[in-house]
Nanobody
Framework: QVLLVESGGGPVVAGGSLRLTCSAF????????MGWFRQVLGKEREFVAT????????DYAESVAGRFTISRDNAKNTVDLRMNSLKPEDTAVYYC???????????????????WGQGTRVTVSS
């Protein structure tokens, strides 16, 4: 089992930037695609971005494409989400998770992910 811990969230003014980090403990995540998701109270968890296990492929939700960048450092066992040009509608709790199957192409469906972290809250004010 792997423990994922998200960090880097906080308050930010619209137009600003934040970098979220997902740190993995317990075992390497190098063979697993990783995903970032977000959730607003009362709504379903929403796909944000995913990165392949090798780091060469990434995919984004349409709402964040061009503003967010996902990256990973397998040597450090971390996955980052760089968020630029933040909007109030980006306000949510952000979670990282591992894709359930190793060395596989990832999906955008949260049901295909496991080892969810506790989340880090991002609040964007206008």
């Amino acid at each position: 089992q792997v423990l994922l811990v998200e960090s880097g969230g906080g308050p930010v003014v619209a137009g600003g930037s934040l970098r979220l980090t997902c740190s993995a403990f317990g075992r390497p995540i190098a063979n697993y695609a990783m995903g970032w998701f977000r959730q607003v109270l009362g709504k379903e968890r929403e796909f944000v971005a995913t990165i392949s296990w090798g780091g060469g492929l990434s995919d984004y939700a349409e709402s964040v494409a061009g503003r967010f960048t996902i990256s990973r450092d397998n040597a450090k066992n971390t996955v980052d989400l760089r968020m630029n040009s933040l909007k109030p509608e980006d306000t949510a709790v952000y979670y990282c998770a591992t894709f359930r199957r190793p060395m596989s192409s990832a999906t955008k469906d949260p049901i295909d992910y496991g080892n969810w972290g506790q989340g880090t809250r991002v609040t964007v004010s206008s």
